[in-house]
Nanobody
Framework: VQLQASGGGLVQAGESLRLSCAAS????????MGWFRRAPGKEREVVAV????????YYADSAKGRFTISRDNAKNTVYLQMNSLKPEDTAVYYC????????????????????WGQGTKVTVSS
């Protein structure tokens, strides 16, 4: 699976962005998908995860109520809608795919992911 993330950019605090991650391959619908981010000087952290079916999602506390993860298996694409952006959301955002069958609680770990996109940079100015 090859992943291509896009949609990053420079926005002001309070504005919105939608990230997209397009996947190659015919098995996209069998993978759980996650969005992670790495802020300057910090380790990579999970933002949101969605199950292969789209029925189950997980959000980091920092994303709850502001971000929405979704997927369109017909288009081999996963999205991250980010609203009410804050300067602390500034980071490089990565999408990742996992063939793991573990419960959603395990999918917060980057070590469960087998494929990674190249990252898209999000900068939120105050």
């Amino acid at each position: 699976v090859q992943l291509q993330a896009s949609g990053g950019g420079l926005v002001q605090a309070g504005e919105s962005l939608r990230l997209s991650c397009a996947a190659s391959g015919r098995t996209f619908s069998s993978y759980a998908m996650g969005w992670f981010r790495r802020a300057p000087g910090k380790e990579r952290e999970v933002v949101a995860v969605i199950s292969w079916s789209g029925r189950t999602q997980y959000y980091a506390d920092s994303a709850k109520g502001r971000f929405t993860i979704s997927r369109d298996n017909a288009k081999n694409t996963v999205y991250l809608q980010m609203n009410s952006l804050k300067p602390e959301d500034t980071a490089v955002y990565y999408c990742a795919a996992s063939a793991s069958q573990k419960p959603m609680s395990s999918m917060r770990s980057e070590y469960e992911y087998h494929y990674w996109g190249q990252g898209t940079k999000v900068t939120v100015s105050s």
